[in-house]
Structures are given as C-alpha cells and as structure tokens.
C-alpha cells in the first residue's frame, strides 16, 4: 500500500515535469501563429472581459493600496519637481521662440514630420501586469475590435509606454519599454545624436541609449526621445518627439557612447494609456509599411539602426 | 472523497482559490510595487496548498497555476508550470516528512518558495538565452522579492488555511500525535 502510494506520488510529479518541458519544447519550437500562441491568444480572448470586468471592481482596492506608496514618495518628487518648473520655464522662453522659426523653416522647404496627431488614438486601460521582473507586459482592454494592431506604439501621458506585442479581439498584450526584447530608436534632445534606447541588461527598471556617436554630447537631466525612424524592419515606427527617459549618467568606455535613462513614465503604476493606431490608408500606416519594407543593412550612420526616417514622405 | 483523502470540495476549494489568487495578482496586486518590486502571491499559494494537503495536489496545484499564469500573461508555457510544479510537490513533501508545527513554519515555506520560484525564475531565463549577466541591481530585485514574499506569507497562509479549513485530507501522523498527547497510556513516561 506504502510502495503504491509513493510509485503513484513519484509518477505524477514525472508526469507534471515532462508535460512541463514539453510545453516549453514546444512553444519555443513553434512560429507565432503556431498552435500554442493560438490558444494563448484565444485564451486571452475568452478572459479579457473578465479580467477587464475585475479590474474595474478592484479598481478601489489598487488605488487604496497605490495610495500608501505614492504619498510616500510625494514629498521628494515636489522637492525635484519645483527645481524642474523652475528650470523649464526658463527653457520654454527659449524654446518657443525656437519653434516659430523652425515652423517658418518647414513651411519654406515644404518639409513635413509624421506626428501623433497623424495617429488615431485609441485609449485603454490597463488590466493586467505580469507580476515577475523577466517579464515586463501589460495587459489592455482594447484589441482588433478598436483597431489596435501588433506593433502599434503605446503612450500615455508622461510619455512611451511600449508596443502592442500580440493582439487578440477584445484584449492586447503591450511589451513595455523596459522589456528585454525592446529596442526604440531614439535621440538627446539638444545634441539631437542618434541611438536605441534598449532595457539595461541586469536593471529591469533603467535603459540604456547605445550606439550614440563618440562626440555627442549628453549631460544628466537632458531628456531622451524618439527620433522617428526605426531599428529593424518588425520594429514599430514610434512617432518622433514622444518622451522616454532623462539622462542619469553617461558611459564613455568603448568606441560609441552610452547614456543610461531612466524611463518619465511610471512603468509600475499604469493605469490608462493610449495606442496609437494608423488606420489603412492613412499616411502613419503607409510610412510605417514603408520602414517594415526597407532592406535590412540600410544604415543612418549609427550602428544597428536602420533608416525610415518619418520625414522622407514630406 | 478520493483513494488519496482528497475530497471532491477540497479540489473545488483548491481551483476556485487558483483561480482568485492568479487573477487578484496580476489584476491588483502586480500593479502595486512595494519597496520598487511587486509581491507574487502565486508561488506562495501553491507552496501553502502543498503544505496542506500534500505533495500530489501541491503539484497538480503548481503545474494548474504556472499554466493559468503563463495563459494571462502570454508568457513562455512551461516555465511557471515546472518552477511551481517543484515548489508544490517540496512542500508537501515537506509536511509528509517533517509535519512542522512551528508558528514560524509559513513565513520560513513562504521564503523558501519565493527565493525557489525568483532563483528559478532567473535560472530558466538565463538557459533559454535572456540577455542578462548576473548584476547587482538584479540580486538586490531578487532579494528585495523574497523579502516582501515572506512579509505576505502570514496572511497569505490565513487566507488559504481559512479557506480550506474542513476539507483538509486527515494526516495519520497528526492524529498518532494528538492521541499521544492527550491519552496518558501510550505515553513513554506513564509506562514506566
């Protein structure tokens, strides 16, 4: 009776193990569309309505227990924040005079940028977060149905939040940009140098802009954003001009220069965020499907990033 | 009630708690980081469901539970299935072997299953080619994990000893020992 006990306890955990590797085996054996990735998908189907439903109804408990921590680190941020507004309010003097010339100059050239605003926005609420630190997704409660497509940019309103990484009908999965596959094309505001803001390896909420040219010049505080072109063919086509991090501190050890960033928007506090759709047809989608066709090689001049500049359409 | 001592309404306790716990997790409490890491409650409810009723269900928990939270979260399949398989099937292996009876025991499991969960966590992904070298910060998140893990073993275990409270599998071991205690005959020192 022991013996039968044991053999049937051993038996069932081998049992447990092997369906386990198998599932792996098989899941990184597969393609996307594969079997495996369907029933993911379907699956994130069937509970998105619930998980958007319980969401909603735990909405409160969420906030009550984000209430504690935010108050906590209130005090510090005002602190840092008046010194910004201070500084910020110097800069836009600056800056919006800045702008009316630069405005005059594109009109002069017949230049024109891909922006947000050539974007259908389509806002969505964050109903779900992997819980470990190797996986950095969310999930939303808007899919196919509102328009959302995979690699579609994801915003809100501090900044980039990621990209659309698998879309299902009433649901998406949003890579962050803090997630170990992403990689955004980006620049230092003023020194307007070029590079891919990829997660730091080890610091699962720092990133790093890599790839910058050796004379670029980059100092703590500058704010880091998209430049607008893309670092391989299924990469998305951030708008250019979307914030994604401050400048830390700067690494000058190897041939190219680096600067660590860390990320303005609150990657553990989500709550609504934006996708930008590109509906077909429309210019954001055709600048985009002309990136995803480019040759892979075609290079801007900085390692690894692949030119499809958003301005080539003007 | 099963061959094993494990009955219908205990397996239905067990998966209707699964299933709350995964989705209270990464629906609420992913979302809230404490001390800049987020508390995971999945692996500590499969080491408690294995510390209850025994290695054969804490398996089959575990394994229930890495899928459903590989299915949400479109994560790699397998990977929480076999880490949380092996943390299901320990700690009830633990209570057939050692039963602990020791207040500090569920905080101690509740360590034990994070650091094995958040260690082999890390371990899967450096095997399945995650670029990412062992840093500081990564140790500091890993420990931090443990930390906040074992601060919410202690309601975490109230809230699954509360919930399957009465349909809890006899241990034989355990009524050997009451007997023991409360009957002065099988006492070695009454004999003598």
Redesign the interface.
Known sequence: MYDKTVRRRRAVLALLVVLSLLLLTAYFGEAPDGRLHAVQRDFLTVVSPVQNGANKALKPVRDLFGWFGETLHAKGQRDELLKQVGKLRRELVADQSEKRTYHELLGMFHLDQLSVSDYRPVTATVVDKSPNIWYSTVTIDAGEAAGVRDNDPVINGEGLVGKVAEVASDGAVVDLITDSTMGVSARIGKANATGIVQPKVGEPNDLLLQYLPSTASAVPGEYVVTSGTVASPDDSLYPPGILIGQVTSVNEESAYKSVNVHPVVNLHNLDVVQVLTAGAGTRAANVSSLAASLPAGQSSGTAGEQLASTAAEG | MTG?GISGSLLARVAALAVVVV????????????F?????L?PLLVAFIGLLCG??LG??T??AV??LV??????????T??IF??IG?WSGRLRELRDPQAALTPLLVGAAAAAA??IG??LM?FM?G?????????LR??VL?IVVDTIAAVPMWLIVRHSLEGALPEDPRRRRRRRAYTTGGLSPLSRS
Do not use: K, M, R
Request: charged content about 10%; proline content about 3%; glycine content about 10%.
């Open positions: 094993s989705f209270f997790q990464i629906g609420v409490v992913s979302e809230v980081p404490v800049g890491v987020n508390v995971d999945s290695s054969t398996a089959v575990g394994f890495g899928l590989d299915l949400a979260l479109v994560q790699e399949l397998g990977v299935s076999l398989t092996l099937y969960s958040l966590y890390s992904e399945l995650v670029d990412a070298p062992v840093s500081l910060e990564l998140q890993i994990g």
